[in-house]
Protein backbone atom coordinates (compact mmCIF):
# COMPACT_ATOMS: atom_id res chain seq x y z
CA UNK A 1 0.00 0.00 0.00
CA UNK A 2 1.22 3.59 -0.92
CA UNK A 3 2.04 6.03 1.76
CA UNK A 4 1.41 9.57 1.58
CA UNK A 5 2.73 11.42 -0.84
CA UNK A 6 4.28 14.93 -1.29
CA UNK A 7 4.72 17.08 -3.82
CA UNK A 8 7.49 18.56 -4.72
CA UNK A 9 10.32 17.49 -2.16
CA UNK A 10 11.73 21.24 -2.18
CA UNK A 11 11.43 24.36 -3.78
CA UNK A 12 13.04 27.28 -3.76
CA UNK A 13 11.45 30.57 -4.62
CA UNK A 14 11.59 34.06 -4.47
CA UNK A 15 9.69 36.99 -2.02
CA UNK A 16 6.24 37.42 -3.53
CA UNK A 17 5.89 34.21 -6.00
CA UNK A 18 3.62 31.83 -5.53
CA UNK A 19 3.86 28.04 -4.33
CA UNK A 20 1.65 24.96 -4.17
CA UNK A 21 2.21 22.18 -2.72
CA UNK A 22 0.45 18.42 -3.02
CA UNK A 23 -0.06 16.55 -0.95
CA UNK A 24 -1.83 12.61 -2.17
CA UNK A 25 -2.88 10.74 0.89
CA UNK A 26 -3.11 7.18 1.81
CA UNK A 27 -6.17 6.03 -0.13
CA UNK A 28 -9.27 5.69 1.42
CA UNK A 29 -8.24 7.89 4.37
CA UNK A 30 -10.93 10.68 4.82
CA UNK A 31 -8.67 12.77 7.14
CA UNK A 32 -5.57 15.08 5.39
CA UNK A 33 -3.82 17.04 7.86
CA UNK A 34 -1.34 20.06 7.08
CA UNK A 35 1.38 20.81 9.21
CA UNK A 36 4.32 23.22 9.28
CA UNK A 37 7.69 23.16 10.81
CA UNK A 38 9.96 26.44 10.80
CA UNK A 39 13.71 25.59 11.24
CA UNK A 40 14.32 24.38 14.89
CA UNK A 41 10.93 24.84 16.35
CA UNK A 42 8.22 22.58 17.06
CA UNK A 43 5.68 21.21 13.72
CA UNK A 44 2.86 23.28 14.21
CA UNK A 45 -1.04 22.04 13.19
CA UNK A 46 -2.46 24.19 9.61
CA UNK A 47 -5.73 22.59 9.18
CA UNK A 48 -7.67 18.95 9.19
CA UNK A 49 -9.84 17.87 6.11
CA UNK A 50 -12.66 15.64 6.58
CA UNK A 51 -13.46 14.31 2.87
CA UNK A 52 -13.28 17.80 1.08
CA UNK A 53 -14.67 19.89 3.71
CA UNK A 54 -12.32 22.01 6.70
CA UNK A 55 -12.60 20.55 9.91
CA UNK A 56 -10.36 22.96 11.41
CA UNK A 57 -8.11 25.50 10.46
CA UNK A 58 -7.25 27.51 13.19
CA UNK A 59 -3.29 26.90 12.18
CA UNK A 60 -3.40 28.56 9.51
CA UNK A 61 -1.39 31.65 9.61
CA UNK A 62 -3.12 33.75 7.01
CA UNK A 63 -5.16 34.65 4.43
CA UNK A 64 -1.92 34.18 2.51
CA UNK A 65 -2.54 30.28 2.82
CA UNK A 66 -5.33 28.54 0.85
CA UNK A 67 -5.53 24.83 1.29
CA UNK A 68 -8.00 22.84 -0.84
CA UNK A 69 -9.45 19.25 -1.37
CA UNK A 70 -11.68 19.02 -3.81
CA UNK A 71 -13.16 15.72 -4.34
CA UNK A 72 -12.40 14.66 -1.00
CA UNK A 73 -8.47 12.73 -2.78
CA UNK A 74 -5.69 14.79 -2.57
CA UNK A 75 -5.08 17.91 -1.65
CA UNK A 76 -3.17 21.45 -2.29
CA UNK A 77 -1.70 24.40 -0.13
CA UNK A 78 -1.16 27.49 -2.09
CA UNK A 79 1.24 30.14 -0.70
CA UNK A 80 0.44 33.53 -2.34
CA UNK A 81 2.27 35.70 -2.06
CA UNK A 82 5.22 33.55 -0.33
CA UNK A 83 7.29 35.93 2.72
CA UNK A 84 10.63 34.96 4.20
CA UNK A 85 8.89 33.61 7.33
CA UNK A 86 6.93 31.25 4.81
CA UNK A 87 10.01 28.94 4.88
CA UNK A 88 10.06 25.72 6.43
CA UNK A 89 9.04 21.91 5.82
CA UNK A 90 5.50 21.52 5.31
CA UNK A 91 4.23 17.79 6.22
CA UNK A 92 1.27 16.37 5.20
CA UNK A 93 -0.70 13.09 7.27
CA UNK A 94 -3.84 11.28 6.63
CA UNK A 95 -5.83 8.92 8.95
CA UNK A 96 -8.53 6.39 8.69
CA UNK A 97 -10.86 7.59 11.28
CA UNK A 98 -11.37 10.95 13.45
CA UNK A 99 -10.46 11.04 16.73
CA UNK A 100 -7.65 11.88 19.04
CA UNK A 101 -6.47 8.63 19.33
CA UNK A 102 -6.41 7.67 15.42
CA UNK A 103 -3.08 6.86 14.09
CA UNK A 104 -1.70 9.42 11.29
CA UNK A 105 0.68 8.94 8.71
CA UNK A 106 3.06 11.57 7.63
CA UNK A 107 4.64 11.93 3.93
CA UNK A 108 8.75 13.04 3.77
CA UNK A 109 7.30 16.85 3.55
CA UNK A 110 7.86 19.54 1.52
CA UNK A 111 11.26 21.61 2.19
CA UNK A 112 10.15 25.35 1.48
CA UNK A 113 12.85 28.35 1.02
CA UNK A 114 11.61 32.04 0.70
CA UNK A 115 14.36 34.23 -0.59
CA UNK B 1 -4.23 24.41 26.70
CA UNK B 2 -2.30 21.54 25.53
CA UNK B 3 1.62 21.79 25.21
CA UNK B 4 4.45 19.28 25.49
CA UNK B 5 7.96 20.15 26.24
CA UNK B 6 10.76 17.66 25.33
CA UNK B 7 13.73 18.33 27.37
CA UNK B 8 17.09 18.62 25.36
CA UNK B 9 16.96 19.10 21.79
CA UNK B 10 20.01 16.63 21.40
CA UNK B 11 20.89 13.67 23.34
CA UNK B 12 24.51 11.53 22.62
CA UNK B 13 24.69 8.75 23.73
CA UNK B 14 26.80 5.41 22.86
CA UNK B 15 26.05 2.25 20.89
CA UNK B 16 24.89 -0.30 23.70
CA UNK B 17 24.07 2.00 26.00
CA UNK B 18 20.36 3.23 27.51
CA UNK B 19 18.29 5.87 25.13
CA UNK B 20 16.12 7.82 27.56
CA UNK B 21 14.01 10.94 25.91
CA UNK B 22 12.28 12.96 27.84
CA UNK B 23 8.73 14.53 27.17
CA UNK B 24 6.46 16.30 29.89
CA UNK B 25 2.78 17.01 28.77
CA UNK B 26 0.70 19.71 30.04
CA UNK B 27 -3.38 18.86 29.39
CA UNK B 28 -6.47 19.80 30.94
CA UNK B 29 -8.35 16.60 29.72
CA UNK B 30 -6.98 13.32 29.95
CA UNK B 31 -4.17 12.99 26.90
CA UNK B 32 -3.61 10.85 24.00
CA UNK B 33 0.13 10.82 23.58
CA UNK B 34 2.46 10.31 20.82
CA UNK B 35 6.32 9.10 20.35
CA UNK B 36 7.01 9.98 16.52
CA UNK B 37 10.27 9.22 14.74
CA UNK B 38 11.88 11.00 11.76
CA UNK B 39 14.49 9.70 9.96
CA UNK B 40 16.72 11.70 7.22
CA UNK B 41 14.81 13.17 4.49
CA UNK B 42 11.21 10.63 5.20
CA UNK B 43 8.22 11.26 6.78
CA UNK B 44 7.64 11.18 10.69
CA UNK B 45 6.59 7.10 11.74
CA UNK B 46 4.51 6.28 14.63
CA UNK B 47 6.61 4.75 17.34
CA UNK B 48 4.09 4.35 19.85
CA UNK B 49 1.02 5.78 21.63
CA UNK B 50 -0.90 6.01 24.99
CA UNK B 51 -4.41 5.93 24.70
CA UNK B 52 -5.45 5.20 28.06
CA UNK B 53 -4.71 1.89 28.16
CA UNK B 54 -1.76 0.16 29.80
CA UNK B 55 0.69 2.82 31.27
CA UNK B 56 3.33 0.95 30.06
CA UNK B 57 3.49 1.27 25.84
CA UNK B 58 5.53 -1.12 24.00
CA UNK B 59 6.77 0.82 20.75
CA UNK B 60 8.52 -0.54 17.47
CA UNK B 61 12.32 -1.03 17.01
CA UNK B 62 12.79 -2.39 21.34
CA UNK B 63 11.32 1.71 22.19
CA UNK B 64 8.52 2.08 24.90
CA UNK B 65 7.42 5.02 26.82
CA UNK B 66 5.58 4.79 30.60
CA UNK B 67 2.75 7.37 31.27
CA UNK B 68 3.25 9.18 34.41
CA UNK B 69 0.33 11.12 35.59
CA UNK B 70 1.90 12.22 38.74
CA UNK B 71 4.92 13.50 36.82
CA UNK B 72 2.57 14.31 33.52
CA UNK B 73 5.84 12.57 31.65
CA UNK B 74 5.26 10.03 28.75
CA UNK B 75 9.63 9.17 28.62
CA UNK B 76 10.73 7.49 25.95
CA UNK B 77 13.17 4.59 26.76
CA UNK B 78 15.32 1.87 24.46
CA UNK B 79 17.68 -0.49 26.88
CA UNK B 80 20.57 -0.49 23.96
CA UNK B 81 20.81 2.07 21.54
CA UNK B 82 21.67 0.93 18.15
CA UNK B 83 23.65 2.98 15.52
CA UNK B 84 20.00 2.99 12.91
CA UNK B 85 18.25 4.33 16.41
CA UNK B 86 20.10 8.13 15.33
CA UNK B 87 17.25 10.23 14.24
CA UNK B 88 14.85 13.09 15.24
CA UNK B 89 12.04 12.43 17.89
CA UNK B 90 9.31 14.21 18.57
CA UNK B 91 6.77 13.52 21.39
CA UNK B 92 3.33 14.74 20.53
CA UNK B 93 0.29 14.74 22.48
CA UNK B 94 -3.83 14.94 21.01
CA UNK B 95 -6.94 15.80 22.46
CA UNK B 96 -10.53 16.94 21.20
CA UNK B 97 -11.54 19.73 23.05
CA UNK B 98 -14.08 21.66 20.32
CA UNK B 99 -11.55 20.49 17.42
CA UNK B 100 -9.53 17.53 16.99
CA UNK B 101 -5.61 18.98 17.15
CA UNK B 102 -1.76 17.34 17.50
CA UNK B 103 0.46 19.12 19.59
CA UNK B 104 4.41 17.91 19.22
CA UNK B 105 6.87 19.11 21.16
CA UNK B 106 10.50 20.65 19.39
CA UNK B 107 11.99 17.29 19.10
CA UNK B 108 14.90 15.75 19.91
CA UNK B 109 18.01 14.76 17.80
CA UNK B 110 19.67 11.75 19.10
CA UNK B 111 23.19 10.61 17.92
CA UNK B 112 24.35 7.02 18.37
CA UNK B 113 27.94 7.42 18.83
CA UNK B 114 30.44 3.19 18.18
Known amino acids: EAGVTQFPSHSVIEKGQTVTLRCDPI?????LYWYRRVMGKEIKFLLHFVKESKQDESGMPNNRFLAERTGGTYSTLKVQPAELEDSGVYFCASSQGTGPQETQYFGPGTRLLVL | AQSVTQLGSHVSVSEGALVLLRCNYS??????LFWYVQYPNQGLQLLLKYTSAATLVKGINGFEAEFKKSETSFHLTKPSAHMSDAAEYFCAVSTYTGGFKTIFGAGTRLFVKA
Open chain 2, 27 to 32: SSVPPY
Open chain 1, 27 to 31: SGHDN
